[in-house]
């Protein structure tokens, strides 16, 4: 990475030089190493750049190319040197991406031309965001990235993000969307969010699983993975909000969240962003704490299901790894566009590829395993009806028969769930008949859970059910 203090001082040295046109070389330099840094490939005498010889060609292993002109003046850059950009790109494959880097910044007509020709997209770089890439307050990566991903679907100009400084307010992205369904403690308090007693290993509680297996015609579901370079909390998010913006995310999404001792889970990917950002406020009064959270967001999509996985750090620096969407699908779709947007938007640098299932997607356990399917709600799941505001249970929270929670030396007990779900203190079950709040139960019983798995993450489908007469 370069350092601030050096890029700063190149800075303060153009700007003493006399010779405008040996600053622009120089300045042209600087941008060259940044990308380098970055393990892009660039030449600076690139036959694409023809007629010019002073712009570069930068790409990197995963065929992202970009053509960028570097302008060193004492004023904003102007329109005729955007659509100079233009012209040259004309001139490219389709692929290839403009970035027109200005120390001093851009005035409003290059901001309105990148906008209304955002279908051969042009990247604007300003000398406040080489700083700030330099001091680690930025990745140039991920900033591309960004600012393309911005242009492309919402017609708008990043610019200056760092410094809450926006040359031009980007529109509103539609809220994420929220839990349906509350959890409602026996003293009447209601929540969206549910703690838990638990351990590590991604699982979530789905509100129903598409056997993929169950087609017309022979053969297995497929699957397909892709790694996303997420670098912190705030990308996480606008992940998030990237993906409801493409239609991968619904009311159907429900997510968890796993720490050392304590796990939670809700439904709905705002209060999961939500509660991803109030991760101190989880935090208070418990004792044991790992230096890193998993999460994980489950929704469906169409011919199946997916997950996102990640990590997190327990931080203020909230770096994200191993950040991975896994798509679990009837088949190969005819029409495999969705994915390759956005892979396109993410810029995923490695091959995706459909591969067959080879083991069963969904399996059903029955309560028969237990002695007992009798249960005691510690928590209802209610949901209020949009047409006559009558408030409807639709599931129950119960303690794992059998719970016994993970000892300090790893050692799992023989619960009746298994995989990563087995160490979970709780069962969020949905019942197979609702019944109104009002009306007290007197017994409840467990009948099964369905079970599956992408590749990282459990997905578990438990199912309840009443019996007896309604008081």
Sequence with gaps: MLKSSSLSDALARLALMSDRQRAGREFEGVVANMFRQQHFTVDRKAGAAAP???????????DVVYLIEAKYHRRKATIDHVDSLFT???????????????NSGFSDAVIDRVRERSKRPVLLLSGNELLAIADGREDLTRLLRRKKATLLTHREVELDR?????????????DLPVSHGLFRLPDGQQRDVLSSGGDFGPFVFAPSLLDIDWVAGGGVGVFAEIELDVGDEAALIALLHELADMGWITPKGRWSIQQATTNWHGSGAGILAREIRGWRRRYRGI???????EATYFDVCDGGFYTLTCDLSASK???????????????IPIDTSPLRHLCETFEVRHSVFFRPRETKSVEITHAGKIRDHSVSPVALVVQEDDENGEVWVRGIVVEQPGFIP??????RGDNWLGGHAGDSQYLICDLRSWH????LIDNYELHYYETAWTSEAQLVHVVADWRGPIG
């Design 52 to 62: 010019r010889q002073t712009d570069l060609f930068v790409r990197r292993s995963n």
């Design 88 to 102: 040259r790109l004309e001139a490219t494959p389709p692929e290839v991406i403009g970035i027109l880097c200005s």
């Design 162 to 174: 760092h410094s809450n400084r926006l040359t031009r307010k980007p529109s509103k992205r539609a």
């Design 287 to 293: 004792d044991s704490l790992h230096h890193t959270e």
């Design 317 to 331: 620096e909230r770096i994200v790894r191993h950040a991975t969407l896994s798509f679990q699908l009837v088949g």
């Design 406 to 411: 993970p000892t300090v030396d790893g050692r």
């Design 436 to 439: 109104p709040l009002g009306h």
